[in-house]
């Protein structure tokens, strides 16, 4: 989609600043006017950009107030992260190694397709993809398109390790509890290191007897997912 940037909009200090404030300008970005005179803004996470679209009508009223000659009808809040392209990850293991390819995980381009994200399933091979950025870059760009909008690969997140917890109500004493996480936090920073951050989901709670709560995952988390089970049980045997 086409935006207009009218002569005035790079001045974001004299119109964008006033209408939204210091702390969301400093997170929020606008891009340009559609041909329905919408604005279309870009924010800087997932969190903003949720709470940006929550406001958005808000935000719209402000920009009405502060631009009454341009008659602003609303605000539109482009999405924080896409799928990865399916061409990027089918030829990822080319990419980066057939070795880093099954530890490097592709996960989502953000910054309106500017940068792509990925995950480490160790340190270690964070630190050997680490040299290999500028060259998987453009090796990626060549894929994709030389004029695409990506940029930049910065160096991975380690991937979370993420541990299910469950108990009968009863089960409340804070002793043992407290102990039970302490060996669990010490056994998977002895499997993964002490640099990935570990989650605790409870699955006391159920939506229906028999059935745990249970979180929705793409295609890229789910694989990866498969990957950190088969890694555990062999880590535990």
Same mark, same amino acid.
């Given at each position: 989609? #086409? ?5 005035? =909009? ?22 340009? =006017? ?10 800087? #996470? ?82 050997? =993809? ?37 108990? #009968? ?27 990935? #951050?570990?989650? =605790? ?37």
């Amino acid at each position: 989609m #086409s935006l207009e940037q009218p002569a005035w =909009f790079a001045d974001v200090d004299a119109w964008w600043v006033p209408a939204v404030g210091e702390e969301v300008a400093a997170r929020v970005r606008p891009l340009g =006017f559609d041909a329905e005179l919408r604005l279309h803004v870009e924010c800087d #996470s997932r969190a903003w950009t949720t709470q940006v679209r929550l406001l958005a009508h808000l935000l719209a009223q402000r920009l009405a107030r502060c631009l009454p000659q341009y008659q602003v009808t609303g605000v539109v809040v482009r999405p924080y992260a896409v799928p990865v392209p399916l061409v990027l990850e089918e030829h990822w293991p080319e990419l980066v190694g057939e070795d880093l390819g099954a530890q490097i995980l592709p996960l989502q381009v953000v910054r309106q397709g500017r940068e792509l994200s990925t995950l480490a399933l160790s340190a270690e091979a964070r630190e050997r =993809f680490r040299p290999l950025i500028p060259e998987v870059l453009e090796a990626a760009r060549r894929l994709l398109d030389p004029d695409c909008a990506l940029t930049e690969i910065p160096v991975p997140a380690l991937y979370p390790v993420t541990v299910a917890v469950t108990a #009968s109500e009863g089960w409340d004493d804070p002793r043992i509890i407290e102990s039970v996480l302490f060996d669990t936090w010490h056994d998977v920073t002895q499997v993964y290191g002490p640099g990935h #951050s570990l989650c =605790f989901e409870h699955t006391a709670h159920r939506t229906q007897p028999g059935r745990p709560r249970r979180r929705r995952v793409d295609g890229t988390q789910r694989r990866a997912l498969r990957r950190r089970r088969t890694d555990l049980y062999a880590a535990g045997r």
